[in-house]
């Protein structure tokens, strides 16, 4: 019977045959609570779970949307598609230019939840985005008037549809930039027109 001997955290190795040594590298770690590997956005991922959706906002807040996609994606898989999760997921298509696919993501959180103001606004930015500013203007209304007035972003983006509902000629590069909302706070920059993430 071979006998391995650890002392701390150090095995005395020579007493070992290389498949037990193997395992013990790989083990090692595990018993190590300050271990553990680095995720995509910097988070450390040890024994502990680590909340997708948290993983998925950090990531689109730094303009990291295709990983930010996966992560709401895996958030979705774990909670099931909550209002919260499909706007995520709109967002990071809308930022990533999948118009088509962040408009469903978009409505369907509208389905579950009709006064929701992130969803509201985010669908009033893709609208501007696919140059329908009257209906655009409606949901951005809808969002304005629930939100009391109190978001800048939200007027920001309403004026805009206005604007350009009210000017044909208004060009997406006058517009200058639309913000997206995450619901529970927290906001993404989109230049008008251009489909590309500004942090």
């Not at 150090?10 to 018993?31: D, E, N, Q, R, S």
């Not at 369907?108 to 009033?124: F, H, K, V």
């Amino acid at each position: 019977m071979h006998r391995c001997v650890l002392q701390g955290k150090t095995a005395l190795m020579h007493h070992c045959p290389p498949i037990y040594v193997f395992l013990l590298c790989l083990l090692l770690p595990a018993c190590n609570p300050g271990s553990g590997l680095i995720g995509p956005s910097g988070e450390r991922v040890s024994g502990e779970s680590v909340d997708q959706l948290v993983v998925a906002q950090r990531l689109a807040a730094s303009g990291e949307h295709e990983l930010a996609l996966r992560a709401y994606l895996r958030a979705a898989a774990e909670n099931g598609t909550t209002a919260e999760i499909l706007i995520g997921l709109g967002s990071s298509n809308l930022a990533l230019g999948r118009l088509g696919q962040a408009e469903e993501q978009f409505r369907i959180a509208l389905e579950r939840d009709s006064e929701n103001i992130a969803a509201l606004n985010n669908l009033g930015v893709l609208l501007l985005e696919r140059d329908k500013p009257g209906e655009a203007r409606g949901y951005l209304s809808q969002a304005f008037a629930l939100d009391s007035g109190r978001s800048d972003e939200i007027r920001s983006n309403l004026q805009l549809a206005i604007a350009r509902s009210e000017n044909s000629a208004y060009t997406a590069e006058e517009a200058g930039e639309y913000v997206l909302i995450r619901q529970g706070g927290g906001t993404y920059r989109l230049s008008a027109g251009s489909g590309a993430p500004q942090g």
